[in-house]
Structure formats: C-alpha cells, structure tokens
C-alpha cells in the first residue's frame, strides 16, 4: 500500500469513527436517481426532494415528463434552481435514451461492467462523472465513486489529490485509493465533513477529527483560511 492510498484508508477509518457508518436514503430505480441527481446539481438535498416530489406528482411516468410542455416541467421543479436549464435538460436526456433504447428501463446496465455502464451514461448531454457515478454506486450497486463539490475541496486540502486535478480527473483518482467495497460510505462522510465542518470559506479545523494529518490544517496560522484554499 503506498502513503496515499494509506491516508485515504486512515481518513476513512478516522471518519466512521467520527460520523458512524452512513445510510444512503432509499434506493431508487435507475431512471429515478438520474432525474433526482440532475435536480440536484447547484442545490440543497432539502430542494432537490421538494422538486423531485413535484415532479412526481404532476407527472405519473417519466414518459409523461419526457413528452410534457417544457414549461410544465419547468414549474414543477422550481424549487431545486435553475429550473431554466435542468427542465430541459431532463427531458433531453429522457427523450435521448427513448430514442435509443426504446423505453426508460435502465435495468439492462445491471449486465454491464462498470465501465461499460459509465461510458454508456456519459454519453448523454448534461449527465457528468458525478451524476453517472451516483446512479451506478447508489442505485445500481455497481462500484463507483462520485466527487462532488464537497469532495473535491477536502480531498484537495487532505492531500489526497494535486491541487490543479480537474473534478473530471479527481473521480479515477480518489476511486484508485479506497476500496470498492467502502466508495458508499467514504462518499457520505466525506460529504458530510466537508459540509459541517471543512467549510469553503471559514473551515473548523479545531474541531476536525483529521487535523493532525491534514496539511491544511497543519499550515494553518489560528482563525486563518488561506485564499488558495477556498471554493
């Protein structure tokens, strides 16, 4: 095992520690989680699952999404954000994978490798390597490692990866450090410590359970946040 593969497995063992073994909220279907993660995109958890809801209620299929006036959808998502640019972009990629397959029953990626399922997701305009990451981990069960903001910040100030790597190349590259087998859970607690305490601005590292192997934290001067640190 090299030093920083080694770190990542010491982070992860020191945030289960910390936060506990996390659940991920309940599974959904494939075409489900999709939807959900592109209303998810620059919003809140809280603001993703009224939108999401909505959607649901005022639609009963995703065909009937897919086929819906644009600015039904639009309203019905106004709650997550840029509702402008995700209803469109939802029903694009509705519309694409219908043409493509014929239907919206994503169940067929269960006999692909993972790659193979990733490739074939990507391909999609407005679907990135985090929101095909969280369809294949979360919903599908098939090993992969989603990088969102969160991630990407504490993964750089934890030097677990370059400081000019790309969110597209942080994806390969932290997957590379943690075991398949844990992607699910170093994911939401990784998350959650970015969120309540390795903030973008002002991070609590007094009250980090990381801040004696943290080379942010250990470059630190009291009550200071360095500019090239910040998201």
């Known amino acids: 095992m090299d030093e920083l593969t080694a770190r990542a497995q010491t982070i992860y063992h020191r945030l289960l520690q910390t936060f506990g073994f996390p659940e991920w909220r309940k599974a959904l279907s494939p075409v489900d989680e999709l939807v959900s993660t592109i209303l998810s995109q620059n919003t809140n958890d809280r603001n993703r699952d009224v939108a ?27 709650p997550a954000g840029l509702a402008n640019q995700k209803g469109p ?4 990629v509705l519309k694409e994978i219908s043409a493509e397959r014929g239907n919206l029953d994503l169940s067929f990626l269960l006999d692909m490798t993972v790659d193979e399922a990733r490739s074939w997701l990507l391909h ?14 979360f919903s599908l069960d098939k090993p992969d490692f989603p990088v969102d903001t969160h991630i990407y910040r504490v993964s750089g100030r934890l030097g677990l990866r370059p400081e000019t790597m790309t969110v597209e190349q942080a994806h390969p590259h ?57 998201l």
């Not at 209620?57 to 959808?73: K, L, M, N």
């Not at 972009?89 to 694009?92: A, F």
């Open 52 to 78: 999401f809801d909505r959607l649901k209620a005022a639609f009963p299929t995703w065909e009937d999404v897919r086929d819906a006036d644009p600015d039904d959808v639009i309203e019905s998502i106004r």
């Open 89 to 92: 972009r939802i029903q694009t």
């Open 124 to 137: 999609f305009n407005g679907v990135g390597p985090k929101t095909a990451a969280i369809v294949l981990q």
């Open 174 to 230: 932290l997957a590379s450090l943690f075991d398949p087998s844990t992607y699910g859970p170093a994911h939401l607690n990784l998350i959650r410590l970015g969120r309540e305490i390795c903030h973008a601005r002002r991070p609590n590292c007094d009250n980090c359970p990381l801040n004696d192997i943290c080379p942010s934290s250990l470059t630190r001067s009291p009550g200071s946040t360095p500019d090239h640190l910040t």
